[in-house]
């Protein structure tokens, strides 16, 4: 492809040269396309407090003081940090690290195992407890007020010593017991609720009324670590199945959530789109809005296949990408996620995601006459948003990334109709951080599909090789301008260069040179004409030969009363 375009433009295959290596893009493609081809459930990082509660599962067998899963403690054993913690390498939350650190520890000390890594262990958590204090709540993983409590209280119950009592602990427990109160108890005993992914944090269930609600595949929605607790708790052969294809799956550890599969397919669609690489992946996104399609209900959906749950972020950019790729798709699904005034994510939800109303304000824009639901979407999305930018509280309860603020604003201040595609990609490339980003489950996690430094490293090139090329157009643009004296017509260099940035912020792609320089061309001429017969100092008899020599070098039948047009 970029061989035959440097063919058509001498010059470009020299900068070509410059920007990189031959072939690189066609190789980075490759290596992308190879990676999408293999999505399935989600591709994502382990969780240490998941992979603890499955290690703490007993032979369901009754083969007392054998662990069913023996190369969950294994996986522990093998990743503890040289700090002593467990848990992200390359990013710190003392709510992650100790988290995960007091599970890993509970789940040793419950087998007798590793003495010394439960010590080093503990000392970590000692040293570390007092940070939670100053830690932003923004960024506190997902059911840490209630999953915390209760590794407090499993510590002390085999001898661990933790801290009873404290400001910040006390602070947790309040925590905790408003979240409880939003749902009653009767409530997550009937109906699928969010409760259902942080059973291990709660003591007192019906389990007979709980197993009703499992999903599908034997988890309870999608979390390991309450499935793990389930499994104890009733020796679920479904559950026993669904932890052991995970741990399978993952040669002993377990992520905080599992299958991520339709999450996996609409990020990585909406990545590939906003870094302008779409293009190169044609076939795949198409598989993946269809994957989504094949599984979207009048519901709406979550981050999984097959869920009675169901949360407005993913919904949303379900919505978006399907509209946007002809599928048809009711708006009536956002009715699912309204109360009174307000939308929500999640029923019983504390806080409202700032990526939740952000995804849901990109969704609204793509209404059709008559949609009230998406009027008020729009409405309530937008002044959430900015009452969220003007406090200087664009931080996510679901991502640390590098750049939401940027990402909010520019969806404000931009609206889609509005949006070129290249101006858009310009600044994504900017705010997109690669493998650096870090989504906020139970614990830190990351998505290896979805964020990653080939689409950025691929984004970059592609578009330096873009603008190299039309910067070379833009050159020649402006010497075919000089050449046909259009300056002497009323056309300025300014209004030239609006009318090729209009074409090339739209029409980028090299491949699509022709239909680019075209618009812009065009664009210019009709600027040309426009000025030159709306100048009153053109006299007649020069409007009348331009219209002649029109006329003249066209197949077009100019109409009398333009010729004789004073």
Not at 137 to 142: Q, R, S, V, Y
Not at 169 to 184: F, N, V
């Amino acid at each position: 492809m970029f061989e035959q375009n440097a063919a058509l433009y001498p010059s470009l295959a020299l900068t070509w040269k410059k920007l990189s290596k031959p072939n690189e893009i066609e190789e980075r493609v490759e290596s992308i396309k190879s990676m999408l081809g293999s999505m399935n459930d989600g591709e994502i990082s382990i969780s240490p407090y998941d992979t603890a509660w499955v290690a703490l599962v007993e032979d369901v067998h009754y083969r007392s003081g054998l662990p069913q899963f023996p190369s969950s403690l294994h996986w522990i054993a093998n990743n503890q940090l040289p700090d002593g913690s467990w848990g992200d390498r390359e990013i710190f939350s003392a709510h992650d690290r100790l988290l995960n650190t007091l599970a890993c520890v509970i789940a040793l000390k419950s087998w007798d195992l590793h003495p010394d890594k439960c010590e080093k262990g503990m000392a970590f958590f000692k040293e570390n407890i007092g940070k939670l204090a100053n830690e932003n709540p923004e960024h506190m993983p997902i059911g840490f007020e209630v999953a915390f409590p209760s590794l407090l209280e499993k510590a002390r119950n085999i001898n661990l010593e933790v801290p009873d009592n404290s400001p910040v602990l006390q602070e947790i427990y309040a925590r905790r017991d408003l979240k409880l109160t939003r749902i009653p108890r009767d409530i997550m005993h009937k109906v699928p609720t969010t409760l259902l992914h942080s059973l291990e944090g709660m003591p007192g269930l019906d389990w007979e009324k709980l197993l009703k609600l499992q999903s599908r595949d034997g988890s309870f929605l999608f979390s390991p670590s309450s499935t793990a607790f389930a499994l104890m708790e009733t020796k679920d052969h479904k559950a026993l199945k669904y932890l052991t294809k995970a741990v399978h799956r993952f040669n002993g550890g377990v992520p905080n959530v599992y299958p991520v599969d339709l999450f996996e397919h609409l990020w990585v669609a909406d990545r590939l789109q906003r870094l302008g690489i779409s293009r190169f992946f044609e076939a795949e996104i198409k598989e993946c809005v269809d994957y989504v399609h094949r599984h979207w209900t009048e519901k709406g959906i979550c981050w999984a296949r097959n869920s009675e749950v169901q949360d407005i972020d993913d919904t949303a950019m379900g919505f978006r990408l399907l509209r946007l790729h002809g599928h048809e798709v009711s708006a009536d699904v956002f009715w699912n996620f309204k109360k009174g005034e307000e939308f929500f994510c999640f029923v019983g939800q504390s806080t409202q995601a700032v990526t939740g109303m952000y995804n849901l304000h990109r969704a609204s824009q793509l209404l059709f006459p008559g949609e009230k639901i998406l009027e008020d979407a729009k409405d309530f999305s937008l002044r959430f948003l900015r009452e969220k930018q003007a406090s200087h509280q664009l931080l996510d309860k679901w991502i640390i990334t590098k750049d939401l603020p940027g990402e909010v604003g520019y969806s404000l201040d931009v609206p889609w109709y509005a949006s070129l595609p290249r101006v858009e990609t310009r600044f994504y490339i900017e705010q997109y951080g690669g493998r650096n980003d870090v989504w906020i489950g139970k614990t830190l996690y990351r998505m290896s599909h979805v964020n990653n430094n080939e689409y950025l490293e691929l984004a970059k090139l592609d578009y330096n090789l873009c603008q190299a090329l039309h910067s070379i157009e833009w050159h020649n643009l402006q010497k075919w301008y000089t050449d046909c004296r259009l300056e002497d017509y009323g056309l300025n260099r300014r209004s030239l260069l609006l009318s090729y940035f209009l074409a090339t912020a739209n029409i980028f792609e090299p491949e699509r040179a022709d239909e680019r320089l075209a618009w812009a061309k065009t664009a210019a001429l009709i600027q040309t004409i426009t000025s030159y017969f709306d100048e009153e100092n053109t006299p007649y008899e020069l409007r009348r030969a331009f219209v002649y020599a029109f006329k003249r070098n066209s197949n077009v039948n100019v109409p009398d009363y333009l010729i004789n047009a004073r």
